[in-house]
């Protein structure tokens, strides 16, 4: 399979493309850059510095993807971006490089949505099938776990972690860790209720998301405490791994700062 450059696109010397590779009008790739396998730039995209894209991604017209991290901080070292395979990333999406304030990277893992209008900051790590949509925007050193949903126009603050399997809904303003599993909304965001639709959705048993719902019970309405409510989850038979996953989220989350439990890491 061969690649495939529209004469108006600019692709500096020294840019590794693979088999399969589409690059539309007016794409402009940098010579640090590398483009997996059957992987399609529309028009008008920018990778700028140090991007590895993997296979059989689709970036949409005018997203930047690469770009110095925006961070007064930053001073020009060579830091990059890492996207995995088969993600979507639409119309106006920024992905900005990592800085030397962790491991230098920007990450994005597999089969990812992302719709127009979002921005993933320096330091970002996504996992895989999350969602992301419109306008929602990741500060600086954000981890995202997979299965994850942001909806539109929802702002997390920097250092933030988003936990698997959970919703935070529309024009949210995250301060705080969001919980594995929960629906969260709210300025700031709370866990409202557990996120049973996306927990069926994604094939979880019954049992698990009735373990979970009672965690959300003792935890967030009978406010009975981390270890007292393991021990009650326990005498039900309900101290699932599902349901020790969480438990150990909030406990991260309850020894950090400002309800972040990654703010240890900004402290050091």
């Known amino acids: ?19 399969g ?25 920018t990778i700028i510095g140090r991007v590895s894209l993997g296979a059989d991604n689709t970036v949409h017209p005018y997203a930047v993807i690469g770009g110095e ?10 830091t990059r971006v890492l996207i995995g395979d088969r993600n979507v990333i639409r119309e106006h ?11 230098g990277e920007t990450i994005l893992g597999n089969g990812n949505y992302l719709m127009a209008a979002c921005h993933v900051a320096h330091d970002c790590v ?33 250092w933030v972690t988003i936990g ?6 529309g024009v949210s303003r995250v301060l705080h860790d969001v919980p594995p599993f929960m629906l969260s909304e709210g300025m700031p965001a709370r866990p409202r209720c557990v996120n049973t639709v996306g927990l069926r959705r994604g094939g979880f048993s019954r049992e698990a998301i009735e373990a979970v719902s009672e965690s959300y019970r003792l935890l967030y309405r009978a406010k009975v405490g981390l270890e ?35 703010e240890q890491r900004r402290a050091a």
Request: with cysteine; proline share 4%; charged share 15%.
């Open 228 to 262: 007292s409510a393991r021990e009650i989850l326990r005498s039900q038979g309900m101290l699932l791994p599902d349901v020790e996953h969480l438990l150990e989220f909030l406990g991260c989350q309850q020894g950090g700062r400002h309800g972040r439990g990654r």
């Open 69 to 78: 991290p925006q961070d007064v901080s930053y001073r020009g070292s060579a």
């Open 93 to 103: 999406v920024t992905i900005s490089r990592g800085t030397e304030k962790e491991r």
């Open 126 to 158: 996504i996992g895989d099938h999350v969602i992301l949509a419109n306008g929602a925007l990741l500060g600086g050193h954000v981890r995202v776990h997979s299965h994850a949903s942001l909806s539109g126009s929802v702002a997390v603050h920097h």
């Open 1 to 19: 399979m061969s690649v495939i450059i529209h004469p108006t696109a600019i692709v500096e010397p020294g840019a590794r493309l693979h088999d």
């Open 21 to 45: 590779v589409g690059i539309g009008p007016y794409c402009v790739v940098s010579a640090a850059a590398e483009i997996g396998r059957g992987t399609t730039l529309a028009n008008n995209v």
């Open 164 to 169: 698997g399997w959970a919703f935070v809904a």
